[in-house]
């Protein structure tokens, strides 16, 4: 971010930026020069759109954003489930075997075994065949499923 613009500049800059974006046609990817702006205000714009809006967006690496189609939406979960498995896989993985492990408090052990337990069972629930299954689940229910509800479990 260039530290030499005030707060109501970018602050205008975004606006401007987010206007761009709700006017953007379905399917259409802009380029990040196309704004010749800083890439702060882009994704603050970006998230402006998709919070107020409910438009969403995709990144096509290296390029741009594009504005996603109806279709495409359900790609964000695809790629933000195996980003969060991958993560988790790594947290076990570096929670495991530890060298220090002998070295730690009872209190720190507990917290590693906690952590490792919660990444496990989150790599678990993000696995390709738990999402099938989450997937078929909601297929099943129908209009039935409540949000809220599971979030709250």
């Known amino acids: 971010m260039n530290a030499f613009i005030s707060d109501p500049e ?3 800059q975004i606006a401007y930026v ?3 974006l709700r006017e953007m046609p379905v399917g259409q990817t802009v380029v990040y020069t196309a704004f010749k702006g800083d890439s702060y205000v882009i994704l603050q714009a970006r ?5 107020e809006d409910g438009i969403r ?3 096509v690496r290296g390029v741009g954003i594009k504005r ?6 359900p790609a964000i ?4 489930t195996r980003r969060i498995h991958r993560a988790a896989k790594k947290t076990v993985a570096r929670l495991s075997n530890l060298r220090a492990y002998n070295d730690m408090d ?8 906690a952590y490792s337990m919660i990444a496990v069972s989150v ?26 509800t599971i979030l709250q479990k």
Do not use: H, M, P, Y
């Open 10 to 12: 970018i602050q205008g």
């Open 18 to 20: 987010a206007q761009q």
């Open 47 to 51: 998230a402006r759109v998709e919070k």
């Open 57 to 59: 967006f995709g990144t």
């Open 68 to 73: 996603l189609s109806a279709s495409e939406v």
């Open 77 to 80: 979960g695809t790629a933000g």
């Open 106 to 113: 009872a209190a720190d052990r507990l917290r590693c075994a």
């Open 123 to 148: 790599a678990e629930k993000t696995s390709t065949s738990s999402v099938r299954a989450s997937e078929d689940n909601v297929r099943n229910a129908g209009a039935a499923v409540n949000f809220g």
